[in-house]
């Protein structure tokens, strides 16, 4: 039984992996040349909505990780945070409803072929979030994050969710041509997408930042159009170490590259928030495990990203020191 269920999984693997790069190219051929030549004034006639009065002071995008399903159904450890940032930051906007892994905002549950076998797994993991099976939720989404790194597939990959970002930044009231900041927060392999869709957000002339959260990333040429990329990592995190070592664009020696160019120029920093890991136990989005200072691991990284977004300092922890009592909820 167990060998039968492997041998699906691997089959399974090999089709999500052999297939990964076929949807961005597919979605090319049948609409995405066409929607690519659509004017930004188009787009903003048709996705646009009037300005909120007053209007938000600045724009937040989320990209979720590799767990997510759509872009309203992300995995629900994350749902703290997102909700967290707009209570914090009232007069800003904050979205959440870009599925990162599809080129045409098209979640897994929504009208594919498979689409049955994923609302399985969805239905799967809310009643089981340890399963096995909601795995392959990850596997499917980790090769589009690889998709996206591509010097060959990634650029009909990042032009398609660049434009659904920004569908989603006029959906929400943004004004082209506003100069209001926007920034991206991508979550694992959100914080990949966000880059590779940074390139073409770039030609709409937006202030464009990028808050990555233990993020996967290649030195992807969308460093080139952002002004600042804020790396938040914990130090036990094994799949965000793994983005440094896999991607030789961001190896010391790769002089020249876009990563190299952004560090030189001084428009990344990296900030290291203690032995965090990346998902399972003591993650990023953990509200049961606490620094020294009381706040849980969630709070850390709520607070680390909050700080960002407003300019302030990310609070440093020693975490050599004795535990405080556990902290309550974040204070306003």
Same mark, same amino acid.
Request: hydrophobic residues 40%.
């Given at each position: ?70 872009? %309203? ?13 707009? $209570?914090?930051?009232?007069?800003? %906007?904050?979205? #959440? ?13 929504? +009208? $594919?072929? &498979? ?25 499917? #989404? ?9 010097? $060959?597939?990634?650029?009909?990959? #990042? ?10 930044? &006029? $959906?929400?009231?943004? +004004? ?7 920034? &991206? ?10 880059? /590779? ?81 990346? #998902? ?15 706040? %849980?691991? &969630? ?28 902290? /309550?909820?974040?204070?306003?």
């Amino acid at each position: 039984m167990i060998l039968n269920l492997l041998v699906i999984v691997i089959v399974v693997l090999f089709l999500l992996l052999t297939f990964g790069p076929l949807e961005s190219l597919g979605w090319w051929r049948d609409k995405g040349a066409d929607e690519a030549h659509e004017t930004l004034a188009d787009m903003a006639a048709e996705y646009g909505t009037p300005a909120a009065d007053p209007p938000p002071e600045q724009f937040v995008i989320y990209l979720s990780g590799i767990g997510a399903i759509d872009g %309203s159904s992300v995995p629900p450890e994350e749902v703290p945070l997102v909700d967290e940032l707009r $209570r914090r930051l009232p007069t800003w %906007s904050v979205a #959440n409803d870009v599925f990162p892994y599809s080129v045409s905002n098209r979640g897994l549950t929504a +009208q $594919r072929p &498979l689409a049955g076998l994923w609302k399985r797994i969805e239905t799967l993991r809310i009643a089981n979030p340890t399963s096995f099976l909601p795995f392959l939720v990850n596997a499917r #989404n980790a090769i589009q994050l690889f998709v996206c790194a591509d010097r $060959r597939y990634g650029p009909t990959y #990042n032009i398609g969710t660049a434009q659904e970002i920004l569908k989603s930044l &006029l $959906r929400h009231g943004y +004004q082209l041509g506003s100069g209001v900041p926007v920034t &991206l927060i991508g979550w694992s392999g959100g914080a990949q997408i966000a880059l /590779g869709a940074s390139w073409y957000l770039g030609l709409a002339d937006l202030p464009l930042k990028v808050i990555s959260l233990g993020g996967m990333m290649s030195d992807d040429y969308g460093l080139d159009k952002i002004q600042l990329l804020t790396h938040l990592r914990g130090t036990e995190d094994v799949f965000e170490k793994m983005g440094r070592r896999i991607f030789a664009g961001r190896w010391p020696g790769a002089i020249g590259s876009p990563w190299s160019r952004a560090r030189a120029e001084g428009r990344i920093v990296e900030i290291d928030l203690g032995p965090i890991h990346h #998902n399972d136990k003591e993650h990023y989005y953990d509200p049961d495990t606490f620094a020294p200072d009381g706040r %849980s691991y &969630l709070q850390v990284s709520t607070d680390a990203i909050h700080s960002v977004l407003i300019g302030q300092p990310v609070k440093e922890i020693d975490w050599s020191a004795e535990p405080k009592e556990e902290a /309550g909820p974040a204070p306003a």
